[in-house]
């Protein structure tokens, strides 16, 4: 909880002046100050008088009770001071007289008192009290102070609350000025959750879907407003991880500080995509401060789990700073589906001076899970016996990323130039058994299913580059930040495909369900490269003229794809152009409120084949949207409502898969969406932290052989709420508590809309302790115990004559350890 002190700028009139004393009055109650926050009136003038840790000011702040001096600390330097009022007092500061950075005076200014700080934000401060007393309680020793950088957090959410984000705009922008919708699933929620997976990281999102095909770890699978961001919408660092014809790059939750998802289409920015919008992984990179960790962990489904988090200064002036992460997973998930991955991401960053910033990033990953997670469907009824067979089936990929971000301001000139470059690669092997061929299927009155064994390999390299130019200049009263950009894409694919045809040997008996299968791998008889080329043009511009925040930009792209057998040394090309816009206004009242109404457009050449082997007409998607955004004085939390109409022409859906040609769509028309989305996250106090959704998604075919009915498995309702509490004094000192539920509707298992997948619920919950409520020599240690689906609800969703699961019932204990 937030207490804004408005200092020499703070004017807050009407609603924020009355919200704002009201929240104060709550905050004080709890015993939780935040002080020196510039109020909403200030916000125009922010970009000007943020804080820098490392501008001197001059000081005079007398020693006193240690609680007013950090008001006054806080009212000359601009900086939130996140602290406990309850645990300061009665504590004296040290005499403060002279010119110093904000970190160094509060340093002093903390002196002897036994209270700690960390930069969070480049204007955020925790203060933490630290029982170092001696056994006497005599002596009082001085804590260790940590000084994160500020460059590398402002864009990071603190506790549950993200202020900032680059994905939606590719530049660094405060969410309450950015006219868009955009979800950002913390770091701190990562942890709290013990999330395990993509799909987990975010089920408490609104508008995001992860159940389409029910759970399958071969694949980071999420919609966004009903369309898949997993293929076409994946990014990482802000550039796009490439697809193959199979196979996909998958991510490791661990290896990040945060997620983000922009909702809507992107194009303008990022060239081909989904309307839907995108997801962006952010990597971990170098801080300077920042703690440390191991962690081991074990769940109920007998898999181990173990890893490592490690920042390491390179030079005592923080010049080279590196950081290793790593870990390794053995063993099965839920629905006993193999799902081993070991995962080292190291990564060095260069920072010669305060103009110039290189990070270079690689990223060793191995998987292996089953190759086919469906379920026997018989007659309409789902049975809990897999489609193929788990000692027979295996995915195998290897994936390999090297890349680079690059910044540097210009001495003499308002502008900055960016580069961001990524190499990628990955190797892929899988066999499983399929009933989904001629001949297959249910035989001797239902009481047999036949199959045949499939095989894929695939081999995928892609190389991007994104080029920027970053300039600030005033016309008039208007403040601009043009962002002109260069971007190229380019990925190779070596796709083999085989199929053994239907042999007895694989014949699945329902009255002796439970026999081991063997067999060899089918020889490949399908040979195929497949190369993409992207390039695009892009300029955007963000206006800022008082409170108003306009943003216009647009891109022109060219691309080109080709699929050629090896065999037969023919098959085609396809050369698309497009050009796809954007447009934005936003007006950010003093209070906290931001109302603003977006346009956009996107353009996806299709990469989809039908049952023919042709390629399908490349989709056209078109969004309005209208919203507000509030972030309120006094309170630390940031909450969205938005409404949107999203169409997409020429829209393609996977319909089966064929052994000559592989995966075959259906193009089923046109598709017309219309949503709303709530969406919450607070840190209510220190000790409470909040996360909740409501989504309205009504889809619609509007054009087409489905006219009027509902797309697969496109629930219209969803809605989820995440709660996590810690105490630090009473009885159950050093104990916290997480507890969350998520609630998807019914949706249609069929184009013709004849059959229905059920709605179901989900429970989630979380028991931690942190031993260093039993002893300050214990300080670091914590053992968490997550439960997903608690209820094991065994839920099943089917599309298009496919069934599956949803992610069963896991209990995880994680004992962890932080420096």
């Known amino acids: 909880m937030q207490v804004i002190k408005t200092g020499k700028a703070g004017l807050v009139n009407g609603f924020g002046h009355r919200l704002a004393h009201s929240v104060s009055l709550v905050a004080l109650a709890a ?115 940590v000084e994160a950088n500020a460059q590398d957090s402002e864009d990071l959410a603190h506790g549950y609350v993200a202020t900032r984000s680059s994905a939606g705009t590719k530049t660094s922008k405060a969410l309450i000025e950015t006219a868009k919708s955009i979800s950002v699933v913390s770091g701190q929620e990562i942890e709290d959750r013990a999330v395990a997976s993509i799909e987990d990281a975010v089920a408490y999102t609104a508008g995001v879907a992860t159940n389409n095909y029910g759970y399958d770890p071969r694949f980071d699978q999420v919609y966004v407003r009903g369309y898949p961001v997993h293929i076409y919408g994946d990014y990482r660092d802000g550039l796009r991880q490439m697809t193959g014809v199979y196979a996909t790059f998958r991510t490791e939750p661990y290896s990040l500080e945060q997620l983000e998802i922009v909702k809507g289409p992107t194009a303008a920015l990022y060239g081909q995509s989904t309307p839907g919008g995108l997801l962006n992984s952010v990597t971990k990179r170098p801080h300077l401060g920042a703690k440390n960790n191991v962690y081991g962990r074990f769940t109920n489904t007998d898999s181990y789990e173990g890893g490592f988090d490690y920042n390491l200064g390179l030079t005592e002036n923080g010049t080279w700073a590196s950081r290793f992460v790593g870990m390794a997973r053995f063993g099965e998930t839920s629905n006993e589906i193999q799902d081993d991955r070991q995962m080292f991401a190291p990564t060095i960053r260069w920072q010669p001076n305060a103009d110039t910033d290189l990070t270079i990033y690689t990223l060793f990953q191995h998987d292996e899970t089953d190759a086919s997670a469906t379920l026997l469907n018989l007659n309409g009824a789902i049975l809990d016996y897999r489609t193929s067979d788990a000692d027979y089936d295996y995915q195998k990929q290897d994936q390999f990323q090297v890349g680079y971000d690059l910044t540097h301001d210009l001495n003499n000139a308002p502008v900055t130039l960016a580069q961001k470059a990524r190499f990628g690669y ?117 206006i800022e003229l008082g409170n108003w925040h306009l943003n216009g930009g647009v891109r022109f792209d060219y691309a080109e794809r080709k699929r050629i057998s090896r065999l037969t040394n023919k098959g085609s090309t396809d050369y698309n152009t497009a050009t796809t816009f954007n447009l934005s206004a936003l007006y950010a009242f003093d209070n906290g409120i931001s109302p603003y109404v977006s346009w956009g457009t996107s353009f996806l050449p299709s990469t989809s084949q039908n049952s023919e082997g042709k390629m399908l007409t490349p989709t056209e998607g078109e969004q309005y949207e209208a919203g507000i955004k509030f972030e309120p004085v006094g309170f630390d939390g940031f909450f969205t409502v938005s409404a949107y109409r999203l169409t997409e022409d020429n829209v393609a859906r996977y319909a089966g898969y064929s052994g000559s040609i592989g995966s075959y769509y259906d193009s089923i028309g046109k598709l017309e969406t219309r949503g709303l989305e709530v969406e919450g996250s607070a840190n209510v106090t220190e000790n409470l932290s909040l996360v909740g959704n409501l989504s309205y998604n009504n889809a619609k075919i509007v054009k087409g052989s489905y006219r009027g009915n509902t797309p697969l498995v496109t629930p219209e309702k969803t809605a989820s709420t995440w709660a996590n509490y810690t105490f630090n004094e009473g009885p159950l000192d050093g104990w916290g508590f997480g507890a969350g539920v998520r609630y998807t509707d019914s949706s249609y298992a069929n184009y013709t809309n004849t059959s229905k997948n059920k709605p179901y619920t989900l429970l989630d919950a979380a028991i931690r302790y942190d031993f260093a409520a039993l002893s300050n020599k214990l300080e670091g240690l914590t053992l968490a115990i997550n439960g997903t689906n608690l209820a094991d609800n065994d839920a099943s969703i089917c599309n298009n004559g496919y069934c599956y699961q949803i992610e069963g019932q896991t209990i995880a204990a994680t004992l962890k350890y932080d420096w």
Request: aromatic share 10%; hydrophobic share 35%.
């Open 31 to 145: 015993g939780i100050v935040v002080a020196g926050v510039s109020t909403p009136a200030t916000a125009q003038q922010n970009t000007e008088t943020q804080s820098d840790t490392s501008s001197a000011i001059d000081f005079s702040i007398p020693a006193q009770d240690l609680n007013q001096a950090l008001l006054t600390f806080a009212n000359q330097t601009n900086l939130q001071l996140f602290y406990d009022v309850d645990r300061v007092a009665g504590l004296q500061s040290t005499a403060l007289n002279g010119t110093y950075s904000p970190a160094d005076a509060l340093r002093i200014l903390l002196s002897g008192s036994g209270v700690s700080y960390r930069f969070t934000g480049k204007n955020t401060v925790s203060l933490t009290k630290l029982e170092t007393s001696d056994s006497s309680g005599a002596n009082v020793i001085d804590p260790v102070y």
């Open 426 to 542: 990955f190797d892929l092997e899988a066999r499983y058994l399929t009933g989904g061929v001629t001949g297959g299927g249910w035989k001797n009155s239902n009481t047999e299913y036949h199959r045949a064994a499939q095989a894929v390999e695939e081999t995928l390299w892609s190389a991007q580059v994104d080029n920027q130019v970053i300039t600030t200049f005033e016309t008039a009263d208007a403040k601009h930040e043009v962002l002109t950009g260069l971007d190229l894409m380019y990925s190779k694919s070596d796709y083999r495909f085989g199929s053994s045809g239907v042999l007895s040997d694989y014949i699945f008996y329902l009255n002796d369900p439970n026999r081991s299968i063997s067999g060899t791998t089918p020889a490949y008889t399908t040979f195929d490269d497949v190369t993409y080329n992207q390039s695009g043009i892009y300029v955007q511009d963000q």
